[in-house]
């Protein structure tokens, strides 16, 4: 058996059909002998099968009773390769040496006091610099629903492992659609908090990495965004709350956007979550964000901070891929990261002033189909000297410059038999708001089918394919 759900692993667990010592050995089996995804980086050992027995008795001890403060207790999840962790090595997806201390960060011990069980990390690409999971640490992460395809990224382990089932739920990050692309390309669910709602530590000089859950539903999701926020002393930004939702919940005002290039095959299956938004009684109208430059800014933001903490004498060991935009970062002067932040405001002006107007903006997730698991994005943005890395994502990266809350759940399969994503954006704290929502909206749209499990294609060839470069 493997991972079916924190819901499901609760009940089962209370009314004592399995024990959590039985379910963590079953997933770490399941991980080292059937993950040919190629997800985790590392696998728990003792201290998962110790934080099951203390499960266990405390289940044994106090009943139904010990999920009331404990409400993650026996859950198996999964850690970013991104993150620190006590317990297993940390990488970063780098050949570089992690300095930090091996100790959790805030989320995981947060996630850890909730009664969860880390059964490992995740893959990422290096410093999550791309969109796609491929790197020279680990193969790239391969798609559950064909394996010949990208995963996604940078959180790509962390989605493919939820939806294999090889695990309840997971941890990422998102600096610039990292959690919402792979949660649409895996089929499962990825929500990105509010800037601030959960601590990350340590953050970026840039301001838009967040760090939230992935799981097979949004109620998970929910779940284990929860428990992970809430401000914590190393990271001054954290602590924000909810806002008030809106009077009337049954009649929301949302504003649908379609950015240019959305394939037809997305088109036709995301319409169905806005018919299904019709249908609910809420008003959806067409709208259109501008913002001039905008991927421009985001590509000088990213770049100067890549270019900051990257030593020239360790460019061996970098990723080939990310050591363009660590050069491109090293040619940027201040007055045109000034001006990137500029823009960043404009964004922030503009989406204040939309947000005057709708409840919530809905899209298309991501306006493509999956693309080969060896490259950085579709084939004409896969030469990572062009960088356009993260410029067939326009749906991603805006909501990290604003720190709005974003969650991406399955709208349907298109014909390739591949997911595609739809994503709802609240106002900056309106959190619950979007989760609830969501939820709504998932129960309306028809599940997905399980992944198949058909031999996978081998992935020896993967590990250089980060450079990007044109073979031709």
């Keep these: 058996m493997t991972a079916r759900g924190i819901r499901r692993t609760k009940e089962l667990l209370s009314r004592r059909e399995l024990t959590a010592v039985e379910h963590v050995q079953d997933v770490l089996a399941a991980?080292?002998?059937?993950?040919?995804?190629?997800?985790?980086?590392?696998?728990?050992?003792?201290?998962?099968?110790?934080?099951?027995?203390?499960a266990d008795a405390l289940i044994r001890e106090r009943g139904r009773e010990a999920w009331w403060d404990m409400p993650l207790l026996g859950v198996t999840v999964s850690v970013k390769d991104l993150l620190q962790t006590r317990d297993l090595p940390t990488t970063r997806g780098s050949l570089l040496p992690n300095t930090r201390p091996a100790q959790d960060a805030p989320a995981v011990a947060r996630l850890r006091a909730a009664g969860a069980?880390?059964?490992?990390?995740?893959?990422?690409s290096e410093f999550g610099w791309s969109a796609s999971t491929v790197g020279r640490v680990a193969p790239p992460t391969r798609n559950p629903y064909d394996p010949r395809l990208t995963a996604g990224g940078s959180s790509g382990g962390a989605a493919a492992a939820v939806a294999a089932g090889l695990c309840e739920g997971a941890l990422g990050t998102d600096g610039s659609g990292s959690i919402r692309i792979p949660a649409a390309f895996c089929g499962v669910v990825?929500?990105?908090?509010?800037?601030?709602?959960?601590?990350y530590y340590p953050n970026g000089a840039?301001?838009?990495?967040?760090?939230?859950?992935l799981a097979g539903s949004v109620a998970d999701a929910a779940l284990l965004g929860q428990v992970i926020a809430g401000p914590h002393p190393t990271d001054p930004d954290s602590g924000l709350g909810s806002l008030d939702s809106p009077r009337d919940m049954r009649s929301l005002r949302?504003?649908?956007?379609?950015?240019?290039?959305?394939?037809?095959?997305?088109?036709?299956?995301?319409?169905?979550?806005?018919?299904?938004?019709?249908?609910?009684?809420?008003?959806?109208?067409?709208?259109?964000?501008?913002c001039n430059n905008l991927y421009p800014a985001v590509v000088d933001i990213l770049a100067a901070n890549e270019a900051a903490g990257t030593r020239p004498q360790d460019e061996a060991l970098i990723d080939p891929g990310r050591l363009h935009v660590v050069r491109h970062g090293r040619t940027l002067s201040g007055v045109a990261v000034i001006q990137a932040e500029e823009i960043?405001?404009?964004?922030?002006?503009?989406?204040?002033?939309?947000?005057?107007?709708?409840?919530?903006?809905?899209m298309a997730t991501v306006p493509v189909e999956p693309f080969d698991a060896t490259a950085i994005g579709p084939h004409w943005a896969a030469d990572a000297r062009d960088l356009l890395w993260?410029?067939?994502?326009?749906?991603?990266?805006?909501?990290?410059?604003t720190g709005q809350p974003a969650a991406s759940l399955p709208a349907g399969l298109t014909s390739a038999g591949l997911p595609a994503g739809v994503q709802l954006v609240?106002?900056?704290?309106?959190?619950?708001?979007?989760?609830?929502?969501?939820?709504?909206?998932?129960?309306?749209?028809?599940?997905?089918?399980?992944?198949?499990?058909?031999?996978?294609?081998?992935?020896?060839?993967?590990?250089?394919?980060?450079?990007?470069?044109?073979?031709?």
């Design 117 to 124: 069980i880390v059964v490992g990390k995740t893959s990422t």
């Design 206 to 213: 840039d301001r838009l990495a967040h760090q939230g859950p």
């Design 390 to 401: 993260l410029a067939w994502a326009p749906a991603s990266y805006p909501y990290n410059m």
């Design 254 to 290: 949302i504003g649908w956007i379609e950015y240019e290039g959305t394939d037809p095959e997305i088109r036709r299956v995301t319409d169905t979550a806005r018919e299904v938004l019709l249908e609910e009684g809420h008003h959806v109208d067409e709208v259109e964000v501008r």
């Design 31 to 54: 991980v080292r002998e059937r993950d040919h995804l190629d997800a985790y980086v590392a696998v728990a050992g003792e201290e998962a099968l110790r934080a099951a027995e203390h």
């Design 426 to 472: 609240g106002p900056v704290g309106a959190d619950d708001l979007v989760l609830t929502v969501a939820r709504r909206l998932e129960a309306m749209l028809a599940p997905l089918p399980q992944p198949p499990t058909a031999p996978l294609v081998p992935a020896t060839t993967a590990i250089t394919a980060s450079t990007g470069e044109r073979t031709s």
């Design 190 to 199: 990825g929500y990105k908090p509010s800037y601030g709602r959960v601590p």
């Design 344 to 362: 960043r405001q404009n964004l922030r002006a503009t989406l204040r002033s939309v947000m005057d107007n709708y409840d919530l903006l809905a």
